[in-house]
């Protein structure tokens, strides 16, 4: 008896045919999208919007009376061009340091050995439970006294390592197998070399998502430079935005058109680099 080959033959639902369970997973995934790029949106509606109708309107979730020339304004008033030149300069002489400093450091707690060690590592992790505010008056009268306020070391001084950094690079140090530091070794291979030409770019996940972490936290810096920073032209993009909103009251979209040009290379960032963020994060999360 012939068999008809192109009758379902069961036993498995088909291809491309949705599962609930996917359905429900999506709308919740698009649910928490909303809910996050809500903000987002707003403060475009904000920032296009023209102040004094908006508020008459009820602040509703549209632009009303459209003023699209606000980014130029904000940009020219606010000076934010030079602004952007210090937070460039000092996110990436922050960014570069700490890569070396966590780099060396972990580099150090994974393959060298000496005296308390483990201590050593102990007391550096335990630097991450210090709130900012704890360092602030001790740092703020140290660039006092070597004249530093106002300027690009005294912007980037505090912050040149990190604790953070050291723990996530150390980690994938040590999930460099042995059989490669022992081949190194035989090649005569110093410590510098192995360092900088196999450890390095075997784990560039991690270090690459921590560079990308450290740039994005120097960019978004607040609190400090309020206290390194005492005159305008010294000031980085993030104070220069409160200030450009405390100059303009009576037209706040102003600041809000500040935000979100800020913001600008930040979304570039995450977009480009998303994926070297989260293997960074999760590389050696697993071992297999």
Same mark, same amino acid.
């Given at each position: ?15 491309? *045919?949705?599962?609930? /369970? ?6 919740? &995934?698009?649910?928490?999208? !909303? ?6 949106? &707003? ?20 632009? #009303? ?29 922050? $960014? ?13 707690? *994974?393959?060298?050995?000496?005296? !308390?060690?483990?201590l050593l590592f102990a007391l550096t992790i335990a630097t991450l439970l210090l709130p900012i505010e704890v360092t602030l008056v001790v740092n703020a009268r140290t660039i006092r006294s070597w004249d530093w306020l106002n300027s690009i070391q005294g912007l980037s001084a505090p912050f040149l390592a990190t604790a953070f950094g050291i723990f996530l690079i ?14 190194? &070794? ?29 740039? !994005? ?5 607040? $609190? ?34 500040? *935000? ?7 979304? #570039? ?10 293997? /960074?994060?999760?590389? /050696?999360? #697993?071992?297999?």
């Amino acid at each position: 008896m012939a068999t008809d080959l192109t009758a379902p033959t069961g036993g498995s639902p088909r291809r491309g *045919a949705p599962r609930l /369970g996917d359905v429900l997973w999506y709308l919740l &995934m698009t649910a928490l999208s !909303l809910i996050v790029l809500f903000p987002v949106w &707003m403060t475009i509606v904000r920032a296009l919007s023209s102040p004094i109708p908006y508020l008459r309107n009820g602040l509703p979730p549209y632009p #009303v009376e459209v003023q699209w020339n606000v980014f130029r304004s904000a940009w020219t008033e606010g000076d934010l061009a030079r602004a952007f030149l210090i937070s460039t300069v000092v996110t990436l002489v922050i $960014t570069g340091a700490q890569l070396v400093t966590s780099v060396l450091a972990a580099y150090s707690f *994974a393959f060298l050995r000496y005296p !308390l060690k483990k201590l050593l590592f102990a007391l550096t992790i335990a630097t991450l439970l210090l709130p900012i505010e704890v360092t602030l008056v001790v740092n703020a009268r140290t660039i006092r006294s070597w004249d530093w306020l106002n300027s690009i070391q005294g912007l980037s001084a505090p912050f040149l390592a990190t604790a953070f950094g050291i723990f996530l690079i150390r980690q994938a140090f040590l999930g460099i197998p042995g059989d490669l530091r022992d081949a190194a &070794m035989i090649e005569g291979y110093s410590h510098w070399r192995f360092m900088w030409r196999v450890a390095v770019p075997v784990c560039r996940a991690p270090v690459a998502g921590f560079a990308l972490i450290a740039l !994005l936290s120097a960019w978004g810096q607040y $609190t400090w430079p309020r206290l390194a920073v005492t005159v305008s032209d010294w000031e980085p993009l993030q104070t220069r935005l409160a200030s450009l909103a405390v100059q303009n009251i009576d037209r706040s979209n102003i600041g809000f058109a500040g *935000a979100l040009i800020a913001a600008v290379p930040i979304v #570039v960032l995450l977009i480009v680099f998303q994926r070297q963020l989260i293997r /960074g994060l999760t590389a /050696g999360a #697993v071992k297999g």
